[in-house]
């Protein structure tokens, strides 16, 4: 059981805008920075949004990232094949003192 | 390009301690937080803990009693220890670069390393 909350599966067409939603509490994404992190079959997890809305260098401006009160959302515009893959939110937690993640996101491109 | 190289046994039996070892290759070992990761088969991330250079640590409060991360800063590395591992401990460990202590701010990994215990 993951302390922050993502629907397990997300679809979408090529071209298509989606969004990925993270439930958290005031212990983490209210009072905290929120993480995404895309994860390949087989690969390492790849930072994609960190401080809830900044892209790191290379990181395309299709990925954004905003966060609401306990919620935090992840976007990606102009869907392609090659996003395919698992995405996980992260928050530092103030009660545990920790990072905690979200379960997991598996997105398909249909 | 900062890399991350990690190694160590992949195969344990029960109440074995797993060892884990991390390099660092191609930039600063000082400033940062050297942390691990774990995620079990088909499943999700969890943090294991953190260490800095000066060997200040952190750890899940879930896994402290079984955790020692320690660093080598003359050979640019750190290691990863959990005693009495279980079938739960299976799973793909990653080491990982932190910029800021405890934040989940990781931009550069290591490949990961399964480890499986089985009797």
């Known amino acids: ?110 | 390009q900062v890399q991350l190289q990690q190694w160590g046994a992949g195969l344990l039996k029960p109440s074995e301690t797993l060892s884990l070892t991390c390099a660092v290759y191609g930039g600063s070992f000082s400033g940062y937080y050297w942390t691990w990761i774990r995620q079990p088969p088909g499943k999700g991330l969890e943090w294991i803990g953190e260490i800095n250079h000066s060997g200040s640590t952190n750890y899940n409060p879930s896994l402290k009693s079984r955790v020692n991360i320690s660093i080598d800063t003359s050979k640019n590395q750190f290691s990863l220890k959990l005693s009495s591992v279980t079938a739960a401990d299976t799973a793909v460990y990653y080491c990982a670069r932190g910029s800021v202590p405890g934040t989940p701010f990781w931009v550069a990994w290591g490949q990961g390393t399964l480890v499986t215990v089985s009797s």
């Open chain 1, 1 to 110: 059981q993951s302390v922050l909350t993502q629907p397990p599966s997300a679809s979408g067409t090529p071209g298509q805008r989606v969004t990925i939603s993270c439930s958290g509490s005031s212990s983490n994404i209210e009072s905290n920075y929120v993480y995404w992190y895309q994860q390949l079959p087989g690969t390492a997890p790849k930072l994609l949004i960190y401080r809830n809305n900044q892209r790191p260098s290379g990181v395309p401006d299709r990925f954004s990232g905003s966060k609401s009160g306990t919620s935090a959302s992840l976007a990606i515009s102009g869907l392609r094949s090659e996003d395919e893959a698992d995405y996980y939110c992260a928050a530092w937690d103030d009660s545990l003192s920790g990072p905690v993640f979200g379960g997991g996101t598996k997105l398909t491109v249909l």
